[in-house]
């Protein structure tokens, strides 16, 4: 099933790229709780949505753009969970540092991810615990590397005082901010050490970098130690988190 949702998420990033190569300006539209949406992200839930309910029917589907109300999810144990286009803020900047998330949860674990980044045509996904980077038509596994000063992988657009208090008491590393959830990938596949994450995010917006990065062999975890929990939750939120190797 793998290679059938790399296959999907491939799909909804060409719809992506239709809007995003058009030269017409973006009709930028914000939901209720302020965050941006276009026209790009509505066109990648729908091939997503239409895919996985061929695919897979019995899997009720959890989609940013379509959220099910609590009474209806609040029993589930195996859902799909999707951002059709996380980084929907530097899919408007035009930096191309966005991408299509596809996760399967099982009892709170996700359990496969496929996160594909359209601009650069690369693609991330897991499961069984091994984890691909697929890139200019070649499949290699990917794994967790130390360095030493480690690379810090930040957010582009969510930078607080916290993560700043944070990396000033670290020692010595590097940093490198970047967009959406390629911030797993790259911890995922070597090139960084840590990701820490105190700023808010939803559970869409982890999922299918969490199963990267934890194929790969990093941890996920609150600051209180416990790993992401996916288990329905009334609030969509995640607590803040880092990716590391230990």
Same mark, same amino acid.
């Given at each position: 099933m793998l290679e059938q949702i790399s296959r999907l998420a491939r799909e909804a990033g060409e719809a992506i790229m239709v809007v995003y190569q058009?030269?017409?300006?973006? +009709?930028?539209?914000?939901?209720?709780?302020?965050? &941006?949406?276009?026209?790009?992200? %509505?066109a990648a839930h729908q091939v997503i949505r239409d895919g996985l309910a061929k695919l897979t029917p019995e899997i009720p589907l959890l989609s940013e753009e379509d959220p099910p109300s609590w009474a209806i999810r609040q029993h589930w144990q195996r859902y799909w969970l999707v951002d059709p286009l996380d980084g929907t803020k530097e899919?408007?900047?035009? +930096?191309? #540092?966005?991408?299509?998330?596809? /996760? %399967? !949860? #099982? +009892? $709170?674990? &996700?359990?496969? $991810?496929?996160?594909? /980044? =359209?601009?650069?045509? /690369?693609?991330?996904?897991? #499961?069984r615990g091994k984890a691909w980077k697929e890139e200019h038509g070649v499949r290699e596994q990917i794994h967790v590397s130390n360095a030493n000063p480690p690379l810090v992988v930040v957010s582009r657009s969510h930078a607080d005082d916290e993560l700043r208090d944070y990396l000033a008491q670290l020692g010595e590393h590097q940093t490198v901010a970047v967009g959406s959830s390629l911030k797993f990938c790259l911890v995922a596949e070597g090139k960084a050490q840590?990701? &820490?994450?105190?700023? =808010?995010? +939803?559970? @869409?917006?982890?999922?299918? *970098?969490?199963?990267?990065? %934890?194929?790969? *062999? /990093?941890? !996920?975890?609150? @600051?209180? $130690?416990?790993?992401?929990?996916y288990t329905p939750a009334e609030s969509f939120l995640n607590p803040g988190f880092r990716v590391s190797l230990f």
């Open positions: 058009d030269d017409k300006p973006l +009709n930028v539209e914000h939901k209720s709780d302020d965050s &941006p949406v276009t026209a790009a992200d %509505l899919f408007i900047s035009r +930096n191309g #540092e966005f991408t299509v998330n596809i /996760a %399967l !949860i #099982e +009892n $709170g674990v &996700p359990v496969m $991810g496929v996160v594909y /980044a =359209p601009v650069n045509d /690369a693609l991330y996904c897991a #499961e840590l990701y &820490p994450r105190f700023g =808010p995010t +939803n559970v @869409w917006d982890t999922a299918a *970098g969490h199963a990267v990065a %934890l194929a790969a *062999g /990093a941890q !996920i975890h609150d @600051w209180q $130690g416990k790993t992401l929990d």
